[in-house]
């Protein structure tokens, strides 16, 4: 059986997550660090102090004192004293950290003290999240959501400075926190559509949205779907693809085939199981869609998956 819970905990299952926590920063005077494109997501946040966070094409944006920050897919980008310091590879400073920390000018009690960490996911399902990402997402100390991460980048600031036993697991679970709630705080303060993660606060279509990933073997149905959305057929289609950028069906196969996916890559089942485990009659049925969608049979795709771990690609 596949298990499922909610659409976010879902996706972010499937993403398998590897985060990398710190070094923390702390700096004085006037300095300037550039950073590489990283995929997929950055997160950071200001324990103390202010600095600059220049994003290539994006004007600059002052970070306060409890700010945090998510970049998705990020550009090269700068944090920077001010705006118009000349900057040096990050990679540089980040080489002479020591217990945790990469320290810039003289120690002071008013230096800057920043947390950043990065969260890298599975290629094959990364998607999932990242194209619902804009490059940055920003969630001032003063927002709802503001308080509760300034908290956790407290937390993972002060993992990050000691040699704690299960260290490492315990900045895993505060990143993956922390990634959550910044998701949660994106999607309450845009009002564009942002795919899945947007539609989860809409009434009928998160019905929908959680129903379907409650039983993914389910034979929905546009009707049915509509139904316990408690809207009409039309509306409903209309709505959901409006909300989360493709139709009701649509979004279905493509959330089997992540499914499918992981399952393969990781050898979990045979490719019957997993037919009836994602609501397809039979293995060709399921194959035609599996093909349609990521551009290979299942066989090749699970074989072309051992390989990789084989040959540790």
């Known amino acids: ?14 993403l398998r997550p590897r985060t990398v926590i710190g070094p923390s920063l702390r700096a004085t005077g006037e ?3 550039r950073f590489d494109p990283f995929p997929h997501v950055r997160t950071g946040g200001l324990v103390r102090g202010t600095c600059w966070l220049i994003l290539d094409g994006h004007e600059p944006v002052l970070l306060q004192q409890g700010d945090t920050f998510l970049l998705g897919n990020p550009p090269p980008y700068v944090l920077a004293s001010t705006p118009d310091a000349s900057p040096r590879p990050a990679e540089q400073a980040w080489a002479g950290a020591e217990n945790g920390l990469v320290r810039i ?24 999240l990242t194209d619902l990402l804009p490059p940055l997402v920003l969630v001032r100390a003063g927002d709802p959501h503001g308080a509760r991460l300034a908290q956790l980048i407290d937390h993972l600031a002060t993992e990050v400075g000691v040699a704690a036993a299960g260290g490492p697991l315990v900045q895993n679970h505060l990143a993956q926190v922390l990634l959550v709630h910044m998701l949660r705080a994106h999607a309450g303060q845009t009002d564009r559509p942002t795919g899945w993660l947007g539609a989860l606060n809409e009434d009928g279509i998160g019905t929908a949205l959680r129903a379907v990933h409650a039983d993914v073997a389910h034979s929905w149905s546009l009707n049915e779907l509509a139904e316990i959305s408690h809207m009409s057929r039309s509306a409903f289609a209309q709505a959901f693809k409006s909300h989360v950028g493709v139709p009701p069906l649509e979004y279905l196969i493509q959330w089997r085939m992540s499914l499918a996916r992981d399952a393969l890559a990781r050898d979990t089942l045979s490719i019957s199981e997993l037919a009836q485990a994602t609501g397809y009659q039979s293995e060709s049925a399921f194959s035609t869609a599996f ?23």
């Open 291 to 313: 093909r349609r969608v990521v551009g290979s049979s299942p066989t090749k795709f699970r074989t072309q998956a051992r390989s990789s771990v084989v040959h540790g690609s």
């Open 1 to 14: 059986m596949l298990g499922f819970r909610d659409p976010v905990a879902d996706a972010i299952g499937l």
């Open 105 to 128: 000018g003289p120690a002071s009690e008013d230096d800057l003290y920043l947390c950043v960490g990065h969260i890298a996911f599975d290629d094959g399902n990364a998607a999932l």
């Open 31 to 33: 300095w300037a660090l």
